[in-house]
């Protein structure tokens, strides 16, 4: 089990997160507003250490923002608790160094600098474990992503929308995380760049990796996950086993707009990377 917690502690950060709770994230009677508006409402919700969980539900359900929440870019009220410890006045930077990485629904990338570049920006805060940390997660990057080794000295700008995702995505698996949030992942991208994006969700799972997904897709979300929460206007209005919930004829036919074929995704096969060491 990795000692990371501790380390980050000793710098100053005055948390003190537990690395062995089973409970990986905790978010309870969570209110975000935008002015007067509260886009996000009494969302409480929880997951456990290797859980695939998704959050699906129409455009302007609230789900990005929770996810923006979750990270600390936008101010809320309720608590949000990871690894049995408060983050509540934790800031974005110490969020992501206690293990928590999001990636975005734009991408975000620096797209004026190569490929590889942006890879080695992900592990910026692992940066005190030196040059062969770094080597090994960059490796560990190409080979889950072997177009971007073919690209590596490619400007990130040049690159087609799926290539995009797949580095928003290496950038983050860059500073080994212990949850990894993904905002959106299949949008805008075409069904076959879709399906090799649910591929990388379904390995990473099965290598180990915790996910909180964030979906339009709702029936390739449900394939993948093992637990969910379907929100509407702000609010949690449906929650429980994602192959129950697969199961509800009338969720299926409100969120099969966006809907990728189930033999697509291909959801049988591991690529054999083994299991997934956060950091």
Do not use: C
């Not at 690395?19 to 978010?27: A, C, I, R």
């Not at 206690?98 to 570049?117: H, T, W, Y």
């Amino acid at each position: 089990m990795s000692t990371a917690f501790p380390a980050i502690a000793q710098e100053g950060t005055g948390f003190n997160v537990n690395p062995e709770h089973d409970e990986l994230l905790k978010v309870e009677q969570l209110h975000v507003a935008y002015g007067e508006v509260e886009a996000v409402q009494e969302v409480s919700l929880s997951m456990r250490r290797g859980q695939v969980l998704t959050v699906i539900g129409r455009n302007g359900a609230g789900k990005s923002t929770l996810l923006q929440a979750l990270i600390g870019l936008l101010a809320y009220r309720g608590s949000i608790s990871f690894e049995g410890r408060s983050i509540d006045s934790a800031d974005v930077e110490s969020r992501v160094r206690f293990g928590m990485n999001l990636v975005p629904e734009k991408r975000e990338l620096f797209v004026s600098m190569s490929v590889e570049d942006n890879l080695i920006l992900g592990a910026f805060h692992r940066r005190r474990l030196g040059a062969a940390d770094r080597f090994s997660s960059l490796q560990e990057v190409y080979r889950r992503f072997p177009r971007l080794e073919e690209r590596k000295q490619q400007l990130a700008g040049t690159l087609s929308g799926g290539e995009r995702q797949m580095l928003a995505m290496g950038r983050a698996l860059m500073g080994r995380p212990k949850l990894l949030l993904l905002d959106e992942p299949s949008l805008g991208l075409a069904p076959r760049v879709v399906a090799d994006v649910f591929r990388v969700i379904r390995d990473l799972k099965q290598a180990g990796v915790s996910i909180l997904l964030v979906e339009q897709n709702a029936r390739a979300a449900l394939h993948v996950a093992d637990y969910a929460y379907v929100m509407e206007t702000g609010r949690v209005v449906l929650k429980g086993e994602a192959k129950q919930l697969l199961k509800d004829q009338r969720l299926m036919q409100s969120y099969l707009g966006a809907a990728a074929s189930i033999t697509s995704i291909g959801l049988a096969s591991s690529n054999g990377m083994g299991r997934w060491v956060p950091g």
